[in-house]
């Protein structure tokens, strides 16, 4: 099958990680994900993958709860090095290349991070997972995501989430919402739509990195957003 990227940025959620569990790591969507990943793999496409830490901890949430913000946070990043290790596991095991990268130095975890070396591990057919998120408190893995995406530069940030695209509110609470097949930067901000923080929308904007959010939960939704059909929101 023909693939209309050659380098991608894949963010992948920390809740959906946790399966039908709740939390933490469900070992059978762990390798959903790895098989999905390693079909586009095996198609030549270039993989640079983020995935959040939700499923373990979020630091706001903690901070709800009187953690210091910023201890929150950095707990927060290492549960997307812990996801980060999961997933290279999961690939490795099924015979795909992964090199997981760390946004602070924690060798030998993993290789602290620089564009060059995730460049040259996709170049060398690894797929290149970038943990951590920006390295600093007070934002997100999509926000990372945009960064790593604009900094590899990769084509799309590919959005694979529980929903199949962005809706006119958010549509685990109103079930009357309608889906976008597309929509501009712009309006995801003035409609204050909450399918990713603003800051990652706006660095994407800046940078010209157009975003695709789709249901990564349905296996060979992947393969199917590589192929150019339209299962998903394109943001542009
Ligand atoms: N307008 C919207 N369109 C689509 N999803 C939305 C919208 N507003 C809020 N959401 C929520 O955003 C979530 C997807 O974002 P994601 O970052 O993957 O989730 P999480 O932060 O829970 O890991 C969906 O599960 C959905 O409930
Ligand atoms: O650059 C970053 C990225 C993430 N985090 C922390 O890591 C947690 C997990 O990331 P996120 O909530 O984005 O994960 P997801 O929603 O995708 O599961 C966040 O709540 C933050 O506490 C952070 O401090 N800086």
Redesign the pocket.
């Known amino acids: 099958m023909r693939t209309k990227y050659k380098r991608i940025l894949l963010?992948?959620?920390?809740?959906?990680l946790a399966g039908t569990q709740g939390h933490g790591i469900d070992t059978v969507r762990l390798n959903q994900y790895a098989e999905q990943i390693k079909e586009i793999a095996s198609q030549g496409v270039q993989i640079a993958i983020v995935?959040?830490?939700?499923?373990i901890?979020?630091?706001?949430?903690?901070a709800s709860k009187g953690f210091d913000r910023v201890k929150?946070?950095?707990?927060?990043?290492l549960?997307?090095v812990i996801n980060s290790l999961a997933l290279s596991s999961a690939l490795v095991a099924i015979g795909q290349p992964a090199q997981v990268f760390t946004?602070i130095n924690m060798f030998p975890i993993g290789e602290h991070y620089s564009k060059w070396r995730a460049i040259e591990a996709m170049n060398n057919g690894a797929v290149a997972i970038i943990s951590?998120?920006?390295?600093?408190?007070?934002?997100?893995?999509?926000?990372?995501s945009a960064l790593r995406g604009i900094e590899v530069e990769a084509e799309v940030m590919l959005k694979g989430t529980r929903v199949d695209g962005i809706y006119t509110a958010d549509p685990e609470k109103d079930p009357t919402a309608e889906k976008f097949s597309e929509i501009t930067y712009d309006e995801v901000y003035t409609r204050g739509l909450k399918v990713m923080d603003l800051t990652a929308t706006a660095l994407c904007k800046e940078n010209h990195l157009p975003i695709i959010v789709f249901n990564m939960d349905c296996p060979g939704n992947l393969a199917k957003v590589l192929a150019g059909e339209p299962i998903g929101t394109l943001v542009y």
């Open positions: 963010k992948l959620s920390g809740e959906s995935i959040g830490g939700g499923n901890f979020r630091g706001l949430s903690g929150g946070d950095q707990m927060g990043m549960a997307t946004a951590g998120g920006t390295g600093n408190p007070f934002f997100t893995t999509d926000t990372g």
